[in-house]
Structures are given as structure tokens and as C-alpha cells.
């Protein structure tokens, strides 16, 4: 595929694999009986929200007000936040606007926030999910502990959809399946609690791309974002392959020796997410053998093994992310090629839209 | 100091602490003979840069043409690219655009680099000083094979102003002032085998905030940069205390257990960086015994100290990036606070601007 000639480094999107990626992720999900709410965290682009519908999707997921007044000013009408927000005045506020254009669930993980809620929303037309956590230990109540606050949404007349969990411990090569398990366990736990006190659990909501693997049934849908475009970690993880990649940064070699490239784009234009299982600081698309040793803003160092090309100044590579979620966040605009269309451009219209 | 109730996260500069931060740094450049050109990557933003000009300053260093555009354009005239730019004929339309209004300076470490630029700048009163590597092995020639460069340049009529280095490998807590002794060696090395060929080495450019440290003459002008917000990496580098550090994110606890808090802010508003050495993935003001262990996009968790305060949702907290330069990169505004005046803002104005 041609790439244009713009000024390094740039990102692009491969439009052809990205909606490779898209139909098989239909096709898995339709063949599991899951619903896709994917996490539009991944990309913040309208456009691309808009081809996850198209394939299936019943909805996006996010994580803050911001990125969900972004995508229902561009159409989006059915929006999870996936996220215990603590609702202050204006936060709430401007949750409620949004609630009266769209489709609104979010999260809670405590009383605290439910007894917010209820203070600052009044009456409200916004569902609500529990957070459980399955092993990921970072927000989310014990899933055996659900009761109380069901019993508080009632209280405060808040309508209880659901529960969900995000299996965030997946993200490791180790144990990506056991977190998948995890992720069921917790979630039937929930939902038996639940039920057993009289509550309809209408959404069971997991998902993580890694997890999704292996997930069997129970979830109702994923919440799986990755897929779509992947990164360094998805290949890393062994749950997509290099050649699934959609996304890569455009680069040129601006100092070499040896077997070393050292080239334009940095953490700037990457991001500087590095778990500790990784190889490196992002790959290279096309050079599986190659290793990115170090990564400062605009210098990332690549080492080739010995019997690969040499490279020089000026020659042009394309370079991988670690985490793609983050290296969107990072440009305000994205190329988007594709074999049989002229290169388009994608406004990233939720990046930065932390709160 | 009162912080305005905007929605969390956001992110804060002191400017009171900022100014006393810049008034240091001149006092010790002031003391050791050696002229201030601070890196403005690490701010991205005019009005800082203009305080560090006003703070003594004899110009500033970026590392990409599209940062350079924006400081010309909000008035700044002398600009050091101490980067190796590969000059595509458009990227050397755009440098040489900025060279008829202000005084640019370029780095170089290849005969190849060189040729290109030659070849794309044509004439020009652009200035090269050219890279050596001093131990951190990113970009720059060996010390003792300047002369090459050196003779490309005068053999194509480009104005030699002399050397540089950065010594990255100081950001580690056991090398920082090796580093340092490094940095002075081999821009004596390169300086001393240039001047035995009878160049004129008007420039010594080094420094980075931890290797200024222990600098001791040698360098003509330091780039340091972080030393004007600081960092955590500062902080556990034991080159500032973490009462210098001038930037932090405002974040809300949104969910809570025993000791540990999950706050708001993540990796999306405070960069990704963790270097090996960190205790964590930032820090937290005023808290110096709490660590954060975990950070995800939206999501910090913090462990405090048994005997501290226990957290509950809706409190409020204020988190110290790792590495200052790629949070300031993420966001479009930051709030500026002051003790005797009321909060600003300014606009990140070359964020984003890679290439």
C-alpha cells in the first residue's frame, strides 16, 4: 500500500485491516451469542464508532463524560461508562444533558458514589452497573458484596441494568486465560447474589481483547476495544498477529550504526507504555526479528538482528505501539489509507477528554 | 493555596513555585559561566518560555520543526534544533522559512544528514553544531570522528557553531554523575579534536537537570529543561524535593479500600513513563510515604501508609507525574495558579507537534 509523503512521523491506519478486523470480531462475537459494546477509549474517532456499528455493535463503551459528549455530538445514541464516576454537581450536570440525547449506563463500585448519584442526578433516565472485580484489583466491589448496593439504587429509585468486571490482569502472558476465567467467575457470583435477592440482572458486561479469547458464555456482552486496531502488546499477548495490526507510525531514520536504527518517532507520537513482559518499547510492521531497545520523546532505538538490512539516514520504517489506546490519545489526526482509496483523514475528537 | 473547582483531572502549574524554580537556574548557570537555553519541550507552552527568556535565558531548544513554528510565531528568535533532522525538501522549506525570522541552529551526527541538508536548505544562515554521543548511545557521532562532519559542512559552505551532547543515561539514580563527568569529557574530546584541525568551537551545548548537578564548567550552554515544573523522576533522582515540583494533576478518589485509594487521573493525563528505577508510576504531593503501584488510563491506585489517612470516594488528591514532559503533552490548557493572583491559562500550544 502507498504511503503519502507526509512530514514524519505520522500515524495511519490500514482501513482495509481495520475492517478485517471489524467483520471477525462480528463473527466471533455472533458465534459466542455476546453482544460488542466496544471501548471507543481505544481509537476516540466518530468515524470509526460508526464502522463498529455498521459490524454489529449495539453500542459504544467509554470512560468519561468528556469522550461521551464527544461521540453523541456525532451521532452515537447507546453510551456506557464504564467507569465509577464520583458525580459532582457539574459533572452530574453535564451527564444528565447527555441523558436527555442518548442512552446512558455507568458504573458505581461503592455507596458512596451511589448516594452521590442520587444527590446530584435527582430523577434520571441513566441505568446503572456494578463494578465487581474479578482479580484486576483496581476499582470494583467484591463480587459477593453486591447486595448493599443494588439495595441503594432502589432506595434512591436509580435503575440497577446490570454488572460488570474488567479482567485487566489478562494483560499478562502468564495468566491471560485464568483471568478469563476469573472474569466469568466473578461475574456469575454477582449475578447469583443478585438474583437470589430478587434483582433482574438484564447485563453481565466483561472484556478485554486478551480475555476474550477464551471467554465461554455468561457475559451478555464485551466491552473489547483492542481489537480493532491492535498494537505491540495484542502481538506480544498472542492474540493478534503482526499483520492484524491496523495502526503503525510512519518514521524515518534519522541516525544509524551497525545493526541500529535510531528513528523520529519517540514517546511523543508512541506513548511510553512498557509492561514488564514486553520485548521493547513497540515493534517494528514487517521485521518481527527487530527489537525497540530504548525510547525517549522523538528518538526511539531499534536494533536489527544481524543478518537483516542495514539502514540508513532517511530510509523510512513503520513502528508499532506498545498500547494503541494511548498513542491515539497522542495526535489530533490520523491518515487512514487504503488499497483502493485516496488517503482520508480521522479527526481523534476525544483525544485529551480526560474529565 | 486554593485550587479553582474545575472537573478532575486536571492538570495545575504553581506558578509561584515555577518562578522560583527559573530564578534558581539562573543564579547557578549565573554562578558557573554557563548560558541557560532550556529545552522548551518539556513545557510546550509560549508564556513559560518567555518568563525563562525574561529569567535570563539566551534562547531555547526544541526538537521538532512544528514546536519551532509555534515559538517563532509567539515571538521567540533564537532556537536551537538539537536534533538530527533528516531535511526532506518540505521539512527544509519549512526550517528555512523560520530562518528568516529568527536564528536557527541545527543539529547533525552523519556526513549523510549533511549531504541532505545541503541539498535540500541550499544557502542559508542556519548554524550546525554537531552531535556526539557522550554514553547515552541514542543519536551522535563518536567524540573522536567530528572532524569528518565538521569538513562536510565547510565543504559545502554550512556555518559550523560547534558541539553537542545529551547524556541521558543520567536519569539514573547510580550513573547521574558519571554521567555528568561523561558529558564534560567528550565535548572536550570532540571540542579538542576539532580546534587541532583549526575549527572555531564557539558552542558547547550539554546538560540535561541532572547532570547540571555536578556540571562544572567545560559546557558554554546547558539545555536543561525539567529543572522549570520538575518531576517525580526528579524527585527520586535527588535533584529536587518534591516541594520544588511546580506541576501536578488535580484528581478525584473515585473508588476506595482500606489503604488504598483508585483516583482519577491515569495514564491519559499523566503519561505512561516508568523507568526502572521509579517506585511507581508518579508520586503524590504532600504524601511522600504513599506510591502509586498501579496506573491505567483512567485509573491510579495509590497504597498510602498504614498510619495515614484512609481516602473515601469524592476526596481529593494532587499526583506528580513521572516524567513531566509527556504529561504536559497530552493536554490542550493547564491552569496556572498563583498565591496574589487569579488562576490563568495557558494554552499548550506545541503540543502534538511531532514533525
Chains 1, 2 share one sequence.
Not at 460488570?164 to 476469573?182: K, V
Not at 466473578?186 to 458486561?205: F, M, N, P, Q
Amino acid at each position: 500500500m502507498d504511503l503519502p509523503a507526509l512530514d514524519t512521523p505520522f500515524t495511519v491506519i490500514d482501513r482495509d485491516q481495520l475492517v478485517t478486523n471489524l467483520a471477525a470480531h462480528q463473527a466471533r462475537t455472533l458465534e459466542r451469542g455476546i453482544a460488542s459494546r466496544p471501548h471507543a477509549k481505544t481509537h476516540k474517532i466518530p468515524e470509526l464508532a460508526h464502522l463498529q456499528l455498521a459490524h454489529g455493535a449495539v453500542g459504544i463503551t467509554l470512560a468519561t463524560i468528556g469522550e461521551a459528549e464527544v461521540f453523541v455530538d456525532a451521532g452515537i445514541t447507546d453510551i456506557f461508562l464504564a467507569y465509577p464516576l464520583w458525580l459532582t454537581p457539574h459533572k452530574a450536570e453535564r451527564l444528565a444533558a447527555l441523558a436527555t440525547k442518548a442512552h446512558i449506563t455507568m458504573g458505581v463500585d461503592s455507596v458512596a458514589g451511589i448516594e452521590q448519584a442520587a444527590s446530584t442526578l435527582g430523577s434520571t433516565t441513566i441505568g446503572f452497573l456494578i463494578e465487581v472485580d474479578s482479580g484486576h484489583h483496581r476499582s470494583g466491589c467484591d463480587p459477593r458484596a453486591v447486595e448493599p448496593l443494588a439495595a441503594t439504587l432502589a432506595h434512591h429509585n436509580l435503575r440497577f441494568d446490570g454488572v460488570f468486571t474488567y479482567p485487566g490482569h489478562s494483560y499478562h502472558p502468564d495468566i491471560r486465560d485464568t483471568a478469563s476465567m476469573d472474569e466469568v467467575e466473578a461475574l456469575t457470583i454477582a449475578t447469583d447474589v443478585l438474583e437470589s435477592a430478587g434483582y433482574t440482572v438484564s447485563r453481565r458486561s466483561g472484556g478485554s481483547t486478551p480475555s476474550l479469547h477464551t471467554t465461554q458464555g455468561s457475559l451478555t456482552e464485551t466491552r473489547a476495544g483492542v481489537y480493532a486496531l491492535g498494537d505491540a502488546q495484542q502481538v506480544e499477548l498472542n492474540t493478534m498477529n503482526m499483520e492484524d495490526v491496523a495502526l503503525s507510525i510512519v518514521t524515518t531514520v534519522v541516525s544509524s550504526r551497525e545493526n541500529t536504527a535510531v528513528v523520529d518517532a519517540g514517546s511523543k507520537v508512541m506513548g511510553a507504555d512498557r509492561a514488564s513482559w514486553a520485548t521493547g518499547h513497540g515493534r517494528v510492521l514487517g521485521h518481527p526479528d527487530a527489537r525497540i531497545v530504548a525510547m525517549s520523546e522523538h528518538h526511539t532505538t531499534i536494533v536489527f538482528p544481524d543478518s537483516g538490512p542495514k539502514w540508513e539516514p532517511g530510509d523510512i520504517l513503520r513502528v508499532i505501539p506498545n498500547h494503541v489506546c494511548n498513542a491515539v490519545n497522542l495526535v489530533d489526526r490520523i491518515t487512514v489509507v487504503s488499497a483502493d482509496q485516496a488517503p482520508q483523514e480521522w479527526a481523534v475528537a476525544a483525544r485529551g477528554k480526560n474529565s
